[in-house]
């Protein structure tokens, strides 16, 4: 497995606000958090960036997303809405090199994508 902070929190070397784990992936809480509901999605398959998914790991992609919609289910804010954000390389703010979903919530979120 790599070494950034995301698989040193897979393999408990570092401490998380963990809210959810299974055997494909684990979330917690972003420490640097932008709204006040922002919870990091990551597989535990390593995949630095969305370019270097196979479409054989097309399911990563797709468990993050249904365990984002569930988790946004089951702690309430569902129906008054969320984020869900990838980021790939650098001049898309990606900071961590393994793919993971930002689930964002807890409040309006305007700026880009809202349609204005």
């Known amino acids: 497995m790599s070494d950034t902070v995301f698989h040193k929190i897979i393999r408990r070397e570092i401490p998380a606000d ?29 995949v630095a960036t969305l370019n270097d ?25 569902a129906d008054d809405g969320y984020r869900v954000v990838m980021n790939c390389n650098g001049n898309g703010g990606q900071t961590v090199f393994q793919i993971h979903l930002h689930l964002l919530a807890g409040a309006p979120l305007g700026g880009f994508g809202t349609g204005r």
């Open 18 to 46: 963990i809210v959810f784990e299974d055997e494909h992936l684990i979330a917690f809480r972003d420490i640097s958090p932008q709204a006040p509901v922002h919870v990091l999605f990551v597989p535990k398959q390593t």
């Open 53 to 77: 998914l196979e479409p054989s790991q097309a399911e990563t992609v797709g468990r993050l997303v249904t365990a984002a919609a569930a988790y946004a289910k089951r702690e309430g804010f």
